[in-house]
């Protein structure tokens, strides 16, 4: 089965270009995660999703960060203009959605875009 | 604040033996905690969930013990091998009992088996 797939793996681009980023959850999994991981700051959640509703943006930066679901087999997080701190790497995840009193739902993870703000 | 610690410095160990890596929290009160592991260039992987109310979970040669009153998780990795090196990363979950899988990461610890 294929796992969470994102796009570009690699980004590489000059500071006030806009960046976007993709991500295919796995199919049938109604709750998504965008995280940034750093070596100072480590894995950070920048936002999620449940039944493609954002629920907890608060993780956001700031407003040139900004993310979407169109449908429950895509996402977008774009970041408009980029600056080097946003230099990172950006990983999507995917998880069924849990219910009240339901076991925590472990994440599933795409291998990340590396983006790098020159 | 809400804070999770793991060690920072990696752990050496050679193989064959036991590797532990700790786990502590504070100011959290989680109903259930989760371990991952990431290889580079890769995403985290997920390895194990314990809830609270289980003192001890296994898996193959994994453990993992939770105890609520330290605020401490206990990973261990029996007979372990060079393949087993990696980071391996701590979750909670933020927020009790509500209908979420929002997690909070720790910074992770650096696994390396010598062969």
């Known amino acids: 089965d294929a796992g969470v797939i994102q796009s570009p793996r690699h980004e590489v681009t000059e500071m006030g270009q806009e960046v976007t980023l993709r991500c295919k959850p796995i199919s049938g999994h109604n709750s998504l995660f965008w995280y940034r991981q750093t070596m100072m700051r480590g894995l950070e959640l920048l936002i999620y999703?449940?039944?493609?509703?954002?629920?907890?943006d608060s993780g956001m930066p700031e407003d040139r960060f900004s993310a979407k679901m169109p449908n429950a087999s895509f996402s977008t997080l774009k970041i408009q203009p980029s600056e080097p701190r946003d230099s990172a790497v950006y990983f999507c995840?995917?998880?069924?959605?849990?219910?009240?009193?339901?076991?925590?739902?472990?994440?599933?993870f795409g291998d990340g875009t590396r983006l790098s703000i020159l | 604040s809400q804070k999770i610690e793991q060690n920072s410095e990696a752990l050496n160990i050679q193989e064959g033996k036991t590797a532990t890596l700790t786990c502590n929290y504070t100011n959290y009160s989680p109903a259930y905690l989760q371990w991952y592991r990431q290889d580079p260039g890769r995403g985290p992987v997920f390895l194990l969930l314990?809830?609270?109310?289980?003192k001890e979970k296994r898996k193959e040669r994994l453990k993992v013990t939770f105890d609520t009153t330290l605020k401490q998780s206990l990973f261990h990795i029996t007979a372990s091998q060079p393949a087993d090196s990696a980071t391996y990363l701590c979750a909670l979950v933020a927020g009790y009992g509500g209908a979420t899988n929002k997690l909070i990461f720790g910074t992770g610890t650096l696994l390396a088996v010598q062969p």
């Open positions: 999703f449940n039944n493609n509703v954002p629920i907890d």
């Open positions: 995840a995917s998880s069924l959605a849990s219910n009240p009193g339901a076991v925590n739902q472990p994440q599933h």
């Open positions: 314990i809830r609270e109310n289980e």
